[in-house]
C-alpha cells in the first residue's frame, strides 16, 4: 500500500470508466471472504486468551478475565521465558547490526575481481532451508558446547539470517554516495568512524529494518529453540509455547486458555512491530525479489 | 587500492567466520557423517565407521523415503505452485483493480493476509490444530454443526490438503506483496495505449498485464517453491507428519529420523539430499535473476 496515493493520481487517467454494480459487489464480496479466512483463525487466539474456560473452538467468554494472563506468570513460569527472549533476540540484533554493517557496507565499496563471486555465494546461502541442516548444526553445536548456552542461540540467531540481512544492507548503502565517505577520510577519519559517523547516518532506514527483522526473526524462530534448548532455565517464549500445547495427546489435557495467553504475548509483539513498519519492511522484501 | 580492499575484506570477516559456522560448516559435516553410521547415543555415536554410500543405498531402497518424496512434492505444488502463487497473484490483481477504483475494502484483506504471514510458523500451525479439531475444533464445532451437518475428521480424512490449506494461509502474503509491487512498475500509459485502440478490459489484462508479470512471476515461483519445500514447523505442529507419514515431508523425515531412531549418520543423508535438490533450484533462481538484473 505504500504508493496507495501516488498510483491513484498517476493512474486516474488510466482508469477504466465506471464500474458496473454486479463488479462493485463481486470484488467486495471476495475481500470479505478473504479477510474472514485469513481473520477467522486469530479470533480464536484473541477470545481463549481471555476466558477462563476456553476451549479449542471460537466462542465469546461469558466473562472476559486476565486470569489466564496471570497464571501463566504464577503458574507457569512465563516471565522468565519472556526475558530469555528478549535477550537473546536483543543480543542477536546487536550482533546482526554490527555485522551486517561492516559486511554490507564492505561489499558495496570493494573492488575485487572475486566480488561477483561473494555476492553470489551470499545469495546462495539465503536459498539454504534450516531444516536441512538442523541436523548437522545440532552435531555441531553439541560438539562446540554451544547446546544449552545463550551464547549458542544468539550465534546461530545472528547467522540464520544474515545473507538476506547482507545482501539487503549492500543495497541500502549502494545507494549512499561516495563523495561522502571520500570528504570525511580527507578530514582524517579512518575508515571505521567514516562509516558509523557519516555514513551509517544516510543508511539509517536500512539500519532500522535490518534491526527489526534480525529481533523478530529471533524472537519468532523455533526450530534452533527446540534441537538447542532441553533445560527449564534457557526456555523462551516459543519453547514454552510449545510445552502448553505439546501436552496435546498426553496425560493432561490442553489448557487452551493457558496456550492462547501465551500465544498472545509471543505473536502480538511480532504483529505489531511488523504492522508499525510495514512500509519499510515490504518495500525491502520487493527491492530483494526484484533486484537480485 | 589494494589497502583498502583489504580493509573491506576485514569487514566482511565476522559475518563471513558465522555463515562458515553455521551454514557452510552444517553442510560439510552432512556430506561427511552421510558416510558414517554416526549414531545419537551407543557404540556408534563415539566410534562411528566410514561406511562410504551405505546410507545413501539404504536411503534409496527405503519404500518410506519414497513416500516422503512424493509427500513433499504434492505438498509443494499443492500450497506453493497452485495455492500461494495462483491465489496471491489474484488478490494482488484484485487489490490493485479496486485501488484503482478508489474501492476501500482491498486494503482489509491485504491487511487480514500479512497479518496471516508476519505471524510466527508455530502459532500459525497451532490456529489450525484449533480449527480441525475433530470434537472441539471451530470448523466442525462452529462451523458446521450451526449448518446442521455432522462433524468431519478433517486430519484423520484430508490430512495432505488440510496440512496445505494451512500453509497457503500462511504464505500467500510473499507473491501478493511481490505481484502488487510488480503492478506499481507498469507504466499507465500502456493501457491507455491499448484502450485508444479499442482493446477491452479482458485484452488489455492478457496482452499487457500478465506479460509484464512474466519475469518476476518466474522468481517469485522458485523462491515460494525453495521456502515451501524446507517447510518445518506448520506440519510439525498441525500433524507432526501423521496420520502414519501421511504429510511426512522431507524435512520432517530427516528430523525423525535423526532424533526419534538417532541415526545421525542416516539423517545426515536425507539432508544431504535436501541440499542438493535446494542446490538445483537456487541456481536455476539466481540465475534467472541474473539474467533480469
Do not use: C
Not at chain 2, 555415536?45 to 509427500?71: C, E, H, S
Not at chain 2, 478490459?201 to 492478457?206: L, S
Amino acid at each position: 500500500m505504500t504508493t496507495r496515493a501516488a498510483s491513484r493520481v498517476t493512474r486516474t487517467a488510466a482508469a477504466p470508466r465506471g464500474a458496473s454494480w454486479i463488479e462493485a459487489l463481486a470484488v467486495h464480496v471476495v475481500f470479505v471472504l478473504v479477510a474472514v479466512f485469513f481473520l477467522v483463525p486469530f479470533l480464536w487466539l484473541f477470545t481463549a486468551a481471555f476466558d477462563a474456560n476456553a476451549e479449542a473452538y471460537i466462542r465469546f467468554p461469558a466473562q472476559p478475565t486476565l486470569n489466564n494472563f496471570v497464571r501463566i506468570f504464577t503458574e507457569h513460569d512465563f516471565g522468565r521465558a519472556l526475558a530469555n527472549s528478549v535477550f537473546v533476540a536483543g543480543a542477536t540484533m546487536l550482533l546482526d547490526v554490527v555485522a551486517v554493517a561492516l559486511a554490507g557496507y564492505s561489499l558495496s565499496r570493494l573492488e575485487w575481481r572475486f566480488k561477483s563471486w561473494i555476492t553470489y555465494a551470499v545469495l546462495l546461502l539465503q536459498t539454504m532451508p534450516l531444516s536441512a541442516t538442523m541436523v548437522p548444526i545440532y552435531g555441531l553445536a553439541r560438539a562446540l558446547g554451544l547446546r544449552n548456552s545463550y551464547l549458542g542461540l544468539i550465534l546461530i540467531h545472528a547467522a540464520i539470517e544474515l545473507p538476506f540481512l547482507i545482501w539487503l544492507m549492500k543495497g541500502f548503502f549502494d545507494n549512499v554516495p561516495r563523495y561522502l565517505e571520500e570528504a570525511a577520510w580527507l578530514d582524517g577519519r579512518s575508515k571505521l568512524r567514516a562509516l558509523a559517523e557519516v555514513v551509517l547516518p544516510v543508511a539509517r532506514n536500512g539500519i532500522g529494518v535490518v534491526a527489526g527483522l534480525s529481533f523478530l526473526a529471533a524472537w519468532a524462530e523455533v526450530l534452533m529453540m527446540i534441537i538447542l534448548i532441553d533445560t527449564q532455565d534457557l526456555k523462551t517464549v516459543p519453547l514454552a509455547f510449545y510445552e502448553a500445547l505439546r501436552t496435546r495427546g498426553g496425560y493432561t489435557e490442553v489448557q487452551y486458555g493457558i496456550v492462547a495467553a501465551m500465544g498472545v504475548l509471543y505473536a502480538v509483539p511480532v504483529m505489531a512491530i511488523f504492522l508499525a513498519t510495514r512500509r519499510m519492511m515490504v518495500r525491502g522484501l520487493i527491492a530483494t525479489s526484484r533486484g537480485l | 587500492m589494494v589497502a583498502r580492499n583489504s580493509t573491506y575484506l576485514v569487514g566482511v570477516t565476522p559475518a563471513a567466520l558465522l555463515l562458515a559456522l553455521f551454514f557452510v560448516g552444517p553442510a560439510l559435516w552432512a556430506l561427511y557423517s552421510s558416510l558414517t553410521n554416526l549414531a545419537l547415543v551407543g557404540i556408534d555415536a563415539a566410534n562411528p565407521r566410514f561406511v562410504g554410500l551405505d546410507n545413501y543405498a539404504r536411503l534409496f531402497a527405503d519404500p518410506d523415503f519414497w513416500t516422503v518424496i512424493r509427500n513433499s512434492v504434492v505438498f509443494v505444488v499443492g500450497s506453493a505452485v497452485i495455492g500461494q502463487f495462483v491465489l496471491g497473484l489474484a488478490l494482488a490483481l484484485l487489490i490493485d483493480h479496486a485501488e484503482h477504483r478508489g474501492w476501500w475494502l482491498g486494503a482489509l484483506a491485504y491487511g487480514a493476509v500479512l497479518l496471516a504471514w508476519v505471524n510466527p510458523a508455530l502459532i500459525a500451525g497451532f490456529l489450525w490444530v484449533a480449527m480441525y479439531d475433530f470434537f472441539f475444533g471451530s470448523l466442525n464445532h462452529v462451523f458446521l454443526s450451526s449448518l446442521g451437518f455432522g462433524p468431519v475428521d478433517w486430519i484423520g480424512s484430508f490430512p495432505m490438503p488440510a496440512v496445505i490449506l494451512a500453509n497457503i494461509w500462511r504464505g500467500t502474503a510473499f507473491t501478493m506483496i511481490i505481484f502488487l509491487g510488480a503492478l506499481k512498475t507498469i507504466p499507465p500509459d500502456i493501457y491507455e495505449a491499448a484502450r485508444i485502440d479499442g482493446a477491452n478490459a479482458w485484452r488489455r489484462f492478457w496482452d499487457h498485464t500478465l506479460p509484464s508479470l512474466r519475469p518476476i512471476a518466474a522468481l517469485a515461483l522458485l523462491s515460494i517453491t525453495m521456502s515451501t519445500f524446507g517447510t518445518f514447523i506448520v506440519i510439525q505442529a498441525l500433524t507432526n507428519g501423521g496420520p502414519g507419514i501421511a504429510t511426512e515431508v522431507i524435512a520432517l523425515y530427516a528430523f525423525h529420523t535423526a532424533f526419534k531412531s538417532f541415526s545421525i549418520g542416516y539423517g545426515s543423508a536425507i539432508a544431504v539430499v535436501m541440499l542438493a535438490l535446494n542446490f538445483a533450484f537456487a541456481v536455476v533462481y539466481l540465475n534467472w535473476s541474473r539474467a533480469r538484473a
